[in-house]
């Protein structure tokens, strides 16, 4: 049996994320990576789904029938956790600068985030999705309780309007 044959595991993976691209769609390119890529690690990601919307159309005449259309697929948020960190990000400050921040200016720079399936190596990635049109919709610290010897949980929700999955590894 091939190896490829067996599930892959969900507990190794990596979260990378850089700004959309502008005007023209060209990233600035160096060494064959795009520029200002942020590499920041979750424990647990959600929202990786995609639905067919469904249109109804009921037969003229004949009451006990009716025909489902395809319509247009919709996407959940995305919902990133991970153990409250003690230094500043990027990351952090582009949520907190679009949803908390005191300014007069409502804009946000979106951001193109890949989510990685690790493999038994660190440099072995089995598969990505990129989320594209990023931005912050939710940023949430969980409980503090001082009866519980826990870590602090911050939960990240972002709203995007595709993703594309990609394999990689396949031979």
């Given at each position: 049996?091939?190896?490829?044959?067996?599930?892959?595991?969900?507990?190794?993976?990596?979260v990378?994320?850089t700004?959309?691209?502008?005007?023209?769609?060209?990233?600035?390119?160096?060494?064959?990576?795009?520029?200002?890529?942020?590499?920041?690690?979750?424990?647990?990601i959600?929202?990786?789904?995609?639905?067919?919307?469904?249109?109804?159309?009921?037969?003229?005449?004949?009451?006990?029938?009716?025909?489902?259309l395809p319509?247009?697929?919709?996407?959940?948020?995305?919902?990133?956790?991970?153990?409250?960190?003690?230094k500043?990000?990027?990351?952090?400050?582009?949520?907190?600068?679009?949803?908390?921040?005191?300014?007069?200016?409502y804009?946000?720079?979106?951001?193109?985030?890949?989510?990685?399936l690790?493999?038994?190596?660190?440099?072995?990635?089995?598969?990505?999705?990129?989320?594209?049109?990023?931005?912050?919709?939710?940023?949430?610290?969980?409980?503090?309780?001082?009866?519980?010897?826990?870590?602090?949980?911050e939960?990240?929700?972002?709203?995007?309007?595709?993703?594309?999955?990609?394999?990689?590894?396949?031979?």
């Open positions: 049996m091939d190896i490829r044959d067996y599930p892959a595991l969900g507990f190794r993976f990596k990378t994320s700004a959309s691209p502008q005007g023209d769609g060209v990233f600035s390119m160096s060494n064959n990576s795009i520029i200002g890529i942020e590499e920041s690690y979750f424990q647990s959600s929202g990786i789904k995609a639905t067919a919307g469904e249109s109804i159309v009921i037969n003229g005449g004949r009451n006990n029938r009716q025909y489902k319509a247009a697929t919709t996407y959940p948020d995305l919902v990133l956790s991970r153990g409250l960190i003690k500043d990000s990027s990351l952090g400050r582009w949520c907190r600068n679009f949803l908390i921040a005191d300014n007069n200016l804009s946000v720079e979106r951001r193109i985030f890949n989510v990685m690790i493999g038994k190596d660190k440099d072995d990635i089995l598969m990505t999705w990129s989320f594209y049109d990023c931005y912050p919709k939710e940023l949430e610290v969980g409980a503090f309780n001082a009866d519980k010897s826990e870590i602090a949980i939960t990240l929700t972002l709203a995007y309007s595709y993703f594309k999955q990609e394999y990689h590894n396949l031979f």
